[in-house]
């Protein structure tokens, strides 16, 4: 007789008390199904449906142009994929900025048709509203502060966010009033590591950093740089555990040299 063994879905509440008894978060990007089962089966506790496939995905310069039907798509993927892990979902440009009513509806959407969990906005003060809207609708939502690429144009560089003094206080008067919103966590992103461990030492609720030092409740890395499919981006706060781009480019070589030589298929390769 065969014995079924009920896998523990992470939740908001499994993320709060990893922060309170100091259990860091691990947490990867995800934009398919197949990826998506290998993350869940290596133990990921969350796993979030980037806008950054507009740019790993579908080779575009900024996170911009990707649409709240393509963000849905791929969070579809990822659900179907993800037996343990929780799924987050970015909202993407233009859904939620403004307009708090849009911002509910967008929410909605993703949630309804995709089946994820919760999702993630990026700003602080200026989207409170929104947060409030989608939250008293029974929607999680995590929040992103420091570098937040959906405003690359406004910033006009990638560089390392909140290093004077103004910008940091600001940044942690967001923090606060996003807690104070509801949000369940916060992403911090490419911001100095003193400044981080102050923010997350000041907030009950998880923070997650990405090139914002040790001391935040989790961490979060773009999959396609962390496993080097992204070939020649390598800033100082990620560290790549495999090259697959070389992998994979070896491999593809072969394969077009064995067609070439009519050595694929051999006699074992064949019906």
């Given amino acids: 007789m065969s014995v079924h063994k009920e896998v523990k879905r992470i939740t908001t509440r499994s993320l709060q008390e990893m922060k309170q008894r100091g259990e860091k978060i691990s947490m990867l990007t995800a934009y398919d199904y197949s990826m998506a089962t290998v993350l869940d089966d ?52 233009g859904s939620y900025q403004g307009n708090s009513k849009e911002a509910l509806a967008s929410a909605i959407r993703m949630m309804k048709e995709s089946g994820a969990h919760g ?3 990026e700003g602080g003060t200026e989207i409170v509203d929104s947060i409030q809207r989608i939250i008293t609708a029974g929607i999680p939502v995590m929040g992103h502060l420091g570098l937040t690429p ?84 390598k800033p100082r706060f990620l560290r790549q555990y495999i090259n697959l781009y ?10 077009v040299s064995d067609v070439k030589a009519n050595d694929f298929p051999n006699e074992k390769e064949q019906y």
Avoid at 246 to 255: N, P, V
């Fill in 42 to 93: 290596a133990g990921l506790d969350v796993l979030l449906v980037g806008d950054s496939a507009s740019n790993v995905m579908a080779g575009h310069e900024t996170t911009l142009p990707i649409t709240l039907d393509q963000m849905i798509y791929h969070a579809q993927s990822v659900v179907r994929g993800a037996n343990r892990a929780l799924v987050l979902a970015d909202l993407p440009f």
């Fill in 119 to 121: 999702i993630k906005l």
């Fill in 150 to 233: 959906q405003s690359i144009y406004k910033f006009g560089t990638y560089t390392v966010r909140a290093k004077d003094e103004q910008e940091a206080e600001k940044l942690k008067s967001d923090a606060l009033a996003l807690q104070e919103a509801g949000c369940f966590g916060l992403v911090l992103e490419k911001i100095p590591a003193a400044l981080a461990k102050e923010v997350t030492d000041s907030l009950h609720i998880p923070t997650i950093g990405i090139g914002a030092g040790p001391h935040c409740d989790g961490q979060v890395l773009v999959v396609n740089d962390m496993i080097g499919l992204t070939k020649g981006f």
């Fill in 246 to 255: 070389e992998g994979i480019l070896d491999a593809a070589k072969s394969y």
